[in-house]
């Protein structure tokens, strides 16, 4: 790769840093209207639902039954415990055991 | 900085830094297949640290696409993160606005959804840090390690792998939503709407992430809203 691929890098790495950076520094200490702050505090939860569906289905692509059995085993999991890392390491586990037998 | 603290940070994030593991490691194997060297690979992770733009610009560069085109693609894709730090700046603890600067930096969907979930009022500065750092560590260290050693786990890990930051989100939201029917109805309204524009392709993965959360927060609240009104107006009417 020649120079443009660095500069291509550095303008990659400036817009994917101002989005992460402007809303944090420069909302520091306001204090923003009732109405925006509740719908703020709703977007944890709902970016959660977008971000997992569909996509979750997809892991494996053309296999539509491996992101099925993932999505049942992950909710399964984290209906039955809490700890993070129980849901995470068994999810892949059970899926690891299914990918060997079929 | 509170040492306690930043440690349970980096504790909080083990689950991102594992979910990054085959992700990262695949992008170093691509890069290496797309004619990248380790050094411009991994470069990559280290300045830019968004996976899917970096797994893009790995397809349009090898498409000989112009750059000022990858650079632009990349920002509509990130455009998201708007969202989620305007969100995540409610819940963070008050500090210099260039240490919050330092840790913006370590914000991914994945950081996000594990400190923007935690059950404290306000979370701190140091707890930030601790789930950055490990999760970018994961990142740029697996991407040289993937370019290196140029080939990938095997293929039942590989597949099994590729769950794993899935069943993190899941495993941060299930928790959230039992009782609270809130939180039920904001996950479920994004999911479908984002299912819409996935299905129909009417909008790329970044805008539809965005605009089905946004649509589900504002929906959600206008709700709540009036629901708290109607709730106070006929304490009202009781009380004449």
């Known amino acids: 790769m020649g120079a443009w691929y660095w500069w291509t890098l550095i303008g990659m790495a400036i817009v994917t840093y101002i989005p992460r950076a402007v809303p944090l520094t420069f909302l520091e200490g306001k204090e923003l209207p009732p109405v925006v702050s509740g719908v703020l505090r709703n ?3 709902a970016v959660l639902g977008a971000l997992i569906f569909p ?3 997809y892991v494996q692509e053309g296999n539509l039954l491996f992101g099925l059995i993932g999505t049942v085993v992950a909710f399964t999991l984290a209906i039955l415990f809490s700890n993070l890392m129980v849901i995470v390491l068994g999810t892949i586990g059970v899926l690891a055991i299914y990918s060997l037998i079929f | 900085m509170n040492k306690n603290s930043f440690v349970l940070g980096l504790k909080a994030g083990l689950s991102i830094a594992i979910g990054y593991f085959p992700v990262a ?8 297949t797309s004619g990248l060297s380790i050094w411009e690979a991994t470069a990559m992770s280290i300045f830019v640290y968004a996976g899917a733009s970096q797994y893009m610009s790995l397809t349009l560069i090898s498409k000989g696409v112009d750059p000022i085109l990858i650079v632009l693609n990349t920002f509509v894709l990130n455009i998201r993160h708007f969202l989620m730090t305007a969100a995540l700046n409610e819940k963070m603890q008050s500090e210099k606005r260039w240490i919050k600067g330092i840790y913006a930096f370590g914000i991914t969907d994945e950081s996000f959804s594990v400190l923007a979930t935690r059950k404290e009022e306000k979370i701190g500065t140091a707890f930030a840090f601790g789930v950055a750092l490990i ?6 260290v697996f991407t040289a390690v993937g370019h290196v050693i140029g080939a990938n786990l095997p ?4 597949a099994a792998m590729s769950i794993a930051l899935y069943a993190m989100f899941v495993g941060l939201l299930v928790p959230s939503m039992r009782g609270n029917r809130k939180v039920v109805m904001l996950a479920l309204i994004a999911a479908v709407i984002n299912g819409f524009f996935y299905w129909t392709g009417i909008l790329s993965t970044g805008w539809s992430i965005l605009v089905a959360t946004l649509a589900s927060s504002i929906f959600v609240e206008i709700i709540y809203v009036r629901h708290e009104k109607r709730k106070r107006s006929g304490g009202q009417l009781k009380g004449v």
Not at chain 2, 25 to 32: I, P
Not at chain 2, 135 to 140: K, P
Not at chain 2, 155 to 158: A, G, R, S, T, Y
Request: hydrophobic share 60%; proline share 4%.
């Open chain 1, 43 to 45: 977007i944890p939860y």
């Open chain 1, 55 to 57: 996509a979750i289905l």
């Open chain 2, 25 to 32: 490691l695949t992008f170093g194997l691509l890069a290496k």
């Open chain 2, 135 to 140: 999760a970018y560590s994961s990142w740029v």
């Open chain 2, 155 to 158: 293929q039942f890990l590989q």
